[in-house]
């Protein structure tokens, strides 16, 4: 069974950055797409960025893509997400997801992690 382990999160200041990491346990994994989704509190899950284990191609949310970098590690079946310039409003819970398409939809990523905390202070 596949486990994707999240890392990297924590409490910082406005305007630090912070990389969270993914990492997946499983040496059958075969998912050819992964994504960062995140949940603020009273809000919906949302799509930050993702990224093809095929191509590299890279997909963000507009709104956070010239603050936000997803990078992937094949050879460690492990992706990260670089957050730089963080604001408070970037406070949310960070989860990792893999699937086998491309889509900015959480319902169509089959694999989750239990996401990593991002606190963000003024």
């Known amino acids: 069974q596949v486990q994707l382990i999240e890392s990297g999160g924590g409490l910082v200041q406005a305007g630090d950055s912070l990389r969270l990491s993914c990492a997946a346990s499983?040496?059958?994994?075969?998912?050819?797409?992964m994504g960062w989704f995140r949940q603020a509190p009273g809000k919906k899950r949302e799509f930050v960025a993702s990224?093809?284990?095929?191509?590299?191609?890279?997909y963000y949310t507009t709104s956070l893509k010239d603050r936000f970098t997803i990078s992937t590690d094949n050879a460690k079946n492990t992706v990260y997400l670089q957050m730089n310039s963080l604001r408070p409003e970037d406070t949310a819970i960070y989860y990792c997801?893999?699937?086998?398409?491309?889509?900015?939809?959480?319902?169509?990523?089959?694999?989750w992690g239990q996401g990593t905390q991002v606190t963000v202070s003024t």
């Open positions: 997801a893999a699937g086998n398409v491309v889509s900015i939809a959480s319902a169509d990523y089959e694999y």
């Open positions: 499983s040496l059958t994994f075969s998912a050819e797409h």
């Open positions: 990224v093809s284990l095929k191509n590299f191609d890279t």
